[in-house]
């Protein structure tokens, strides 16, 4: 029988789950008040921003979801506590050197990205050894899955690169969020959904791919900032991914919320291209910017609503009770699709010039209140083990 004091450390998903939520909500404040001005950051802005996002928020939700699946994936035995548990002390410190070097030294943020690093590569590791060493029958999903995660070594390497190089940052966030959050996210989520959703589709093999190709050339193309061939293959990916997931015969609106907001962010994907491919004409022809709208509609659309789905399942589920979405809960998902408009309406306000920067600090609360609640929610959950 676990107890109180030591069940938060008695399995991955539990201590990397509450980091993730405590740093989005740390970083985004600081980040918005940077943006605001009400706080100095001391060095780059988007390098805060993208960094602390990908490697410090996602990439512990990923680490704590991961080590929890990866190894049933692949039939071997669980992680042992004191490989993880170093881990996410490691990730932790990381965490508050980047914070401290935020407000004070570059050498110090330098410093907690190594250490993340570092992190990094003893997770991708484990996950190698569990690969390799693993029983079951068919590993084409988990080959993906490591694959994405080596991508997420190489745009960790080359952001801290960055500071002695500076022209190669937008291809380390292109490389990281692209080929690592969002190849990551789509590895598990095609293996997934269809499985809980009992979809009896005849699985494609050739399907993740033709998507991994597409995303190798959509990331090549965003590096070099080649608009008119980064329209084609956003065209390209969204009506494959969309005839695919059409396939698939899901039925989102006879599920259950637990369920249907998994298809939700399956269909963000596909939708988040389109509307891509859109706005990156717009900008050719009405020579202006969306701010980054790509960027947030498939981060905050497809891998934040996966994110809080997934994450609602596995801390129920693996605290012994039914992974099930309840009133409250069910209105944090319906949340979720609020964050991604109000984020999009801001892009749309800066193309346009319409001076409605509010929008921004109203997307930006809206952020913060959604992992406030969330976290407020599971918190005795994944501390504790407590039933709701």
Known sequence: MQTKENYFLSQPHQPFFLLGI????????????????VLSLHGDSLTFHSYSLIFLVF?????????????????????EKKYYTNIFYANTLASLLFLVGAFSSELLTLGAMLLSLIAQIFIVLKLKNIYETGMAPDKSDSFWILNANYFGLFGNALFILSFFVPAIL?????????????????????????????????KNESFIKIIFILFVLKSIFASADIKSVQILVDLLLAGYMFLEFKRWDLHPF????????????????????????LSLGAEIFLDTSFYFLNIHLLAIGFLTTLLIGFGTRVTLGHSGQ???????????????????????????????????NFLF???????????????????KVLVFGSKL
């Not at 080590?67 to 049933?72: E, L, V």
């Not at 637990?258 to 491919?277: D, G, Y």
């Not at 600090?361 to 918190?379: E, K, M, N, P």
């Open 361 to 379: 600090d109203i997307s930006f609360t809206a952020w913060l209140l959604l992992f406030l609640v969330w976290g407020g929610r599971y918190f």
């Open 254 to 277: 006879q599920s259950p919320p637990i369920l249907w907001i998994l298809h939700l962010a399956l269909f963000w994907l596909p939708v988040s291209f389109f509307l891509s491919a």
């Open 22 to 37: 405590i740093n989005a909500i740390v970083m985004m404040l600081i980040f918005a008040l940077g943006y605001k001005g």
């Open 59 to 79: 990439t512990n939700f990923f680490t704590g979801f991961i080590f929890t699946t990866f190894p049933r994936f692949n039939q071997t035995q669980v992680i």
């Open 170 to 202: 937008p291809i380390a966030i292109t490389i990281s969020f692209y080929m690592y959050l969002i190849f990551f996210a789509f590895s598990v989520g095609q293996r997934m959904i269809p499985f809980f959703s009992h979809s009896f589709a005849q």
């Open 322 to 356: 039914p992974p099930q979405a309840d009133t409250l809960a069910t209105k944090i998902f319906l949340s979720i699709q609020m964050v991604v408009l109000l984020r999009a309406l801001f892009s749309i306000n800066v193309a346009f010039g319409w001076g409605l």
